[in-house]
T-cell receptor, first 117, second 114 residues
């Protein structure tokens, strides 16, 4: 079964508008972390934001914020004031387990965001 | 500059040939990972390693092999047994200090069949 589901293969947003990229996850572990990465056309993976399962507040990093709804098992990425440089693939990923240990990230299939001038 | 270096950027493989993708990091990270990405797809885990001389299979290890003789280096060999090797390969590393530590990625290697 898919652990990370990103239902939007592609999204369009007007420059300067906000956009929400959806991510739902599946785990029975009460302790987990959620990560979002950006992949421009050049291919590198850029870490954007992290949300822990026990974090009381939604994570924010500059123009990026997480709409974390634990009961619904969703961790949607919100990008405010979109810029042309935000056009890229965006991946949601999860790490399960309490310890800092070596549980690799599991990735969703991604959402391609296109920002229109 | 600290980072993860993958080489080569582009690689071509002939039928029946083994090829090795290099991954070196100078971040003093304990854990290293190899992922495969097919067009329009997410990343799938091939192998990962937490310490020198130890590594674990990921979801799609068949046809691949790795070694971890040094902390800084985690080369991936794509063997002739991997019948569909054309993909984008990403190497990553992270510390094991906190569960919030993200994986940091190299710039990737694009492998194609000749």
């Amino acid at each position: 079964a898919q652990k990370i589901t990103q239902t939007q293969p592609g999204m369009f947003v007007q420059e300067k508008e906000a956009v929400t990229l959806d991510c739902t996850y599946d785990t029975s572990d009460p302790s987990y972390g959620l990560f979002w990465y950006k992949q421009p056309s050049s291919g590198e993976m850029i870490f954007l934001i992290y949300q822990g399962s026990y974090d009381q507040q939604n994570a924010t990093e500059g123009r990026y914020s997480l709409n974390f709804q634990k009961a619904r098992k969703s961790a949607n990425l919100v990008i405010s004031a979109s810029q042309l440089g935000d056009s890229a693939m965006y991946f949601c990923a999860m790490r399960e387990g309490q310890a800092a240990g070596n549980t690799p990230l599991v990735f969703g299939k991604g959402t391609r965001l296109s920002v229109i001038a | 500059d600290g980072g993860i270096t993958q080489s080569p950027k582009y690689l071509f493989r002939k039928e029946g040939q083994n090829v090795t993708l290099s991954c070196e990091q100078n971040l003093n990270h304990d854990a290293m990972y190899w992922y495969r990405q097919d067009p329009g797809q997410g990343l799938r885990l091939i192998y990962y390693s937490q310490i020198v001389n130890d590594f674990q299979k990921g979801d799609i290890a068949e046809g691949y092999s790795v070694s971890r003789e040094k902390k800084e280096s985690f080369p991936l060999t794509v063997t002739s047994a991997q019948k569909n090797p054309t993909a984008f390969y990403l190497c990553a590393s992270r510390t094991l200090l906190s569960r919030s530590d993200p994986q940091h990625f190299g710039d990737g290697t694009r492998l194609s069949i000749l």
